[in-house]
């Protein structure tokens, strides 16, 4: 009796490892077009007297993004965590830089907190969300500060994001408002808008949860937002590249052998 021949395993087949490979080159490509939606830190020195951008994703394309707009009238500089990390993020991630550049490019003078605000409908609107329990949460936490160009005045609104400002070596903490940008329309309230007074040399800090969500340690924990905060005040008063260097290794030296379990991006700049 003649005897049918088995079916090979598909892994064991080349065409396994061909697939891994266009798909991780997908997702490189991927990469590549959402960083070229975000600018450039050299470039971003045109706009501010120092700054530096550490992001860090997980999965090659980010659910975290920054964003910078400059029309040499008012300046507006933001940090975003969108839902999740990966593809899903990343789309949300191009959404959420999307309706920032129609809003300001609008030429309407907007507060901080009426462009969240905008922001924050324009999402729903996309995304179909009306409050339903069904729906998808799928949301944008951000810190958006705005800077008018002309008077020098400083507006901060947050989604759950906050904004740390240092001088002359003390921390002060700008708390955002406990919304996102998304979700459920009839709990709805307008985002706050804060007026921060700076004076020159002040350190500005923006960033999303995943440093401080991460695992490491002797005893593997997360790193926390107290200890974040720590290490923004100890290394706030050196220049910018060299924070940057610092914030870096600290994360390094803390994550150690386990995997980043997050998106990482942290944004610090002086006007």
Same mark, same amino acid.
């Given at each position: #009796?003649?005897?049918?021949?088995?079916?090979?395993?598909?892994?064991?087949?080349?065409?396994?490892?061909?697939?891994?490979? $266009?798909?991780?080159?997908?997702?490189?490509?991927?990469?590549?077009?959402?960083?070229?939606?975000?600018?450039?830190?050299?470039?971003?020195?045109?706009?501010?007297?120092?700054?530096?951008?550490?992001?860090?994703?997980?999965?090659?394309?980010?659910?975290?993004?920054?964003?910078?707009?400059?029309?040499?009238?008012?300046?507006?500089?933001?940090?975003? $965590?969108?839902?999740?990390?990966?593809?899903?993020?990343?789309?949300?991630?191009?959404?959420?830089?999307?309706?920032?550049?129609?809003?300001?490019?609008?030429?309407?003078?907007?507060?901080?907190?009426?462009?969240?605000?905008?922001?924050?409908?324009?999402?729903?609107?996309?995304?179909?969300?009306?409050?339903?329990?069904?729906?998808?949460? $799928?949301?944008? $936490?951000?810190?958006?500060?705005?800077?008018?160009?002309?008077?020098?005045?400083?507006?901060?609104?947050?989604?759950?994001?906050?904004?740390?400002?240092?001088?002359?070596?003390?921390?002060?903490?700008?708390?955002?408002?406990? #919304?996102?940008?998304?979700?459920?329309?009839?709990?709805?309230?307008?985002?706050?808008?804060?007026?921060?007074?700076?004076?020159?040399?002040?350190?500005?800090?923006?960033?999303?949860?995943?440093?401080?969500?991460?695992?490491?340690?002797?005893?593997?924990?997360?790193?926390?937002?107290?200890?974040?905060?720590?290490?923004?005040?100890?290394?706030?008063?050196?220049?910018?590249?060299?924070?940057?260097?610092?914030?870096?290794?600290?994360?390094?030296?803390?994550?150690?052998?386990?995997?980043?379990?997050?998106?990482?991006?942290?944004?610090?700049?002086?006007?």
């Amino acid at each position: #009796m003649a005897v049918k021949n088995k079916k090979p395993d598909i892994d064991t087949f080349p065409v396994r490892d061909q697939f891994m490979n $266009d798909h991780l080159a997908s997702l490189r490509y991927a990469g590549m077009i959402q960083h070229a939606l975000m600018p450039n830190p050299e470039r971003l020195r045109g706009y501010l007297r120092d700054s530096f951008v550490i992001f860090l994703p997980r999965d090659i394309v980010s659910g975290d993004f920054y964003y910078v707009f400059n029309n040499k009238k008012i300046m507006c500089i933001a940090v975003g $965590d969108c839902t999740g990390h990966g593809v899903p993020g990343a789309l949300l991630s191009i959404l959420g830089i999307s309706f920032l550049n129609e809003i300001l490019q609008s030429g309407v003078n907007l507060k901080a907190n009426r462009i969240l605000n905008l922001m924050r409908e324009k999402v729903m609107k996309a995304l179909n969300q009306t409050g339903t329990y069904a729906e998808t949460k $799928d949301s944008i $936490d951000i810190a958006l500060c705005k800077v008018d160009l002309t008077t020098g005045t400083f507006q901060f609104s947050g989604a759950n994001r906050p904004l740390i400002m240092v001088r002359n070596g003390v921390l002060k903490e700008y708390k955002p408002d406990k #919304m996102t940008i998304g979700l459920a329309a009839f709990q709805e309230t307008p985002f706050t808008n804060n007026w921060v007074e700076t004076v020159p040399g002040d350190s500005f800090y923006m960033f999303t949860d995943g440093f401080s969500d991460q695992f490491g340690g002797e005893f593997d924990k997360k790193y926390k937002h107290k200890h974040f905060k720590s290490l923004i005040e100890s290394v706030a008063e050196l220049p910018m590249a060299l924070q940057e260097v610092q914030i870096k290794n600290a994360f390094e030296e803390w994550k150690g052998d386990t995997q980043q379990v997050d998106d990482i991006l942290v944004f610090g700049f002086q006007l």
